[in-house]
């Protein structure tokens, strides 16, 4: 009976050491302390729910886009200028900082089923974006639409 | 008296068999889960933050290592000696995996479950990883308290 509590122990103990192994540049990164962000909160956050041809004037004005999907959803294809800022990527998010801050941001994930936009909008006006447009039909509406869609990672 | 033995010996035949083809069925799941996810561990990481239930660096941590601990429990499944552990490591994997989806369906989270990475479709519902889940822990449940011994 010893066996069936002991092995189980190393099969976890070698699966996590070579797990880690595999990752570990990934794992470094993400135990990397990251500079706090400013919070510069003002206000109360209400997002603003946009339409299609108002992402289209938006884009055409070179506005700000983010794209809250994953890294991967985002490299498949996504809204031509977009930067990428997954939800809970606090790296991507003062990245938003170093390079774009302004009033406004359009935030769009992939439709009205994820709530991805809402949630990453809110932590840009938290970080100082005063007006937070979201796309609630997403990318998926866009692409659809026939719509350019640019590849690539972020 | 001899006929009695021969129906013994063949009910244990058939239930050897039936061990061995479930192990390969659980192990056949956890080798294709893993094999998805392991080299994709922001995007599987990703997936894990969408359960809100982990901190960000604990959703990292589980993304490194559950894909590694999903093939090494499919390799132990196969193993003479080992795959009653690993039925044991799959009871405790599953019984993690149906509370966490329960949670979400509870929840009424709007997210897949991220099972087998980003390829699987409407194999990736809640629903589906729920009931799927739920057979592997039985499954492994079964395995672990057969009777079979040391059978290949």
């Known amino acids: 009976m010893k066996r069936p509590l002991i092995q189980p122990l190393i099969l976890v103990a070698l699966a996590t050491v070579l797990g880690l192994l595999l990752n570990a540049t990934y794992v470094l990164e993400v135990f990397r302390p990251v500079p706090e962000l400013e919070v510069k909160v003002v206000g109360e956050y209400l997002p603003i729910p946009v339409e299609i041809a108002d992402v289209e004037a938006w884009w055409q004005e070179r506005g700000v886009i983010v794209d809250a999907r994953s890294e991967a959803a985002f490299a498949e294809g996504h809204v031509p200028t977009a930067h990428s800022v997954p939800r809970g990527d606090r790296r991507a998010l003062t990245k938003m900082v170093d390079c774009c801050l302004s009033d406004k941001v359009l935030v769009y994930c992939s439709g009205e089923q994820c709530d991805d936009s809402f949630i990453v909008g809110e932590e840009l006006f938290r970080i100082g974006f005063r007006q937070v447009m979201i796309y609630e039909a997403g990318f998926g509406e866009w692409q659809s639409s026939g719509r350019p869609v640019e590849r690539g990672a972020p | ?152």
Not at chain 2, 58 to 66: F, R, T
Not at chain 2, 74 to 83: D, K, S, V
Not at chain 2, 132 to 148: C, K, M, N, V
Request: aromatic fraction near 10%.
């Open chain 2, 1 to 152: 008296m001899a006929e009695q033995r021969s129906t013994r010996r063949a009910g244990g035949t058939m239930m050897r068999w039936l061990v061995i083809g479930l192990r390969i069925l659980v192990a056949a799941v956890f080798l294709y889960a893993g094999s998805q996810k392991v080299f994709a561990v922001a995007e599987f990481a990703a997936a894990i933050n969408r359960y809100q239930i982990l901190p960000l660096w604990g959703g990292a941590l589980v993304a490194s290592v559950l894909p590694t601990l999903e093939i090494v429990v499919a390799g132990a499944l196969l193993l003479p000696g080992w795959w009653r552990s690993g039925a044991l490591v799959s009871i405790a994997l599953n019984g993690v995996f149906c509370a966490a989806l329960l949670s979400a369906l509870l929840r009424d989270l709007p997210i897949d479950c991220g099972c087998f990475g980003t390829t699987a479709g409407l194999w990736s519902s809640l629903g589906a990883a729920q009931l799927r889940a739920s057979g592997l822990l039985g499954i492994s449940l079964y395995l672990f308290l057969s009777e079979e011994r040391e059978q290949p």
